[in-house]
T-cell receptor
Framework: LAKTTQPISMDSYEGQEVNITCSHN???????ITWYQQFPSQGPRFIIQ???TKVTNEVASLFIPADRKSSTLSLPRVSLSDTAVYYC???????????FGGGTRLMVKP | NAGVTQTPKFQVLKTGQSMTLQCAQD?????MSWYRQDPGMGLRLIHY???????DQGEVPNGYNVSRSTTEDFPLRLLSAAPSQTSVYFC???????????FGAGTRLSVL
């Protein structure tokens, strides 16, 4: 499985756009990039998944450059309720072994 | 639709006791997994199953057993609890070919 590297923590203020970058230098051709969100005392929740270029849904956008060695999760106009840990995972859609790194702890301040 | 249901939500055990953490899903997912999450850490894979009757080990399988007799259920057994197994345990499920997992709310286990 491709190893991922994310910042340990980030701070932001309400209303700002937050970008969290994940490095995955040894991503394989069949790998997808998936982001999860975890609130305290809850299980992780799927946010967004992409393969290349840009993916957008009602929660976030995911930007993936042509070389796919990194990806950026973009959260528009964050609120206090976006305070959580965000995990970047890389893997193909056939395998079941998912490796969660330490994730990025996002703190949104008023 | 309940999704992934874990029971119990909380459990305190004494060292050496055994117990089973229950996990059930109603989404007809073939793949199911168990993770543990220690304070301030990411999730580590304990065991997983790609279908009824098939199980395999993850990163940290020692001290745990699993079985998969039905598609819906994937219990995790602690054979002889140790303080090092104090953690939050999450069960997850997904469909093959779609690498999006659905997680339960977790079981918080303390071993004294």
């Amino acid at each position: 499985l491709a190893k991922t590297t994310q910042p340990i923590s980030m701070d932001s203020y309400e209303g700002q756009e937050v970008n969290i970058t994940c490095s995955h230098n040894n991503i394989a051709t069949n790998d997808y990039i998936t982001w999860y969100q975890q609130f305290p005392s809850q299980g992780p929740r799927f946010i967004i998944q992409g393969y290349k270029t840009k993916v957008t849904n009602e929660v976030a956008s995911l930007f993936i450059p042509a070389d796919r060695k990194s990806s950026t999760l973009s959260l528009p106009r964050v609120s206090l309720s976006d305070t959580a840990v965000y995990y970047c995972l890389v893997g193909d859609n056939a395998g079941n072994m998912l490796t969660f790194g330490g994730g990025t702890r996002l703190m949104v301040k008023p | 639709n309940a999704g992934v249901t874990q029971t119990p939500k909380f459990q305190v055990l004494k060292t050496g006791q055994s117990m089973t953490l229950q996990c059930a899903q109603d989404m007809n997912h073939e793949y199911m997994s168990w993770y543990r999450q220690d304070p301030g850490m990411g999730l580590r894979l304990i065991h997983y199953s790609v279908g009824a009757g098939i199980t395999d080990q993850g990163e940290v399988p020692n001290g745990y057993n699993v079985s998969r007799s039905t598609t819906e259920d994937f219990p995790l057994r602690l054979l002889s609890a140790a303080p090092s197994q104090t953690s939050v345990y999450f069960c997850a499920s997904r469909s093959p070919g779609i690498n999006i997992q659905y997680f339960g709310a977790g079981t918080r286990l303390s071993v004294l």
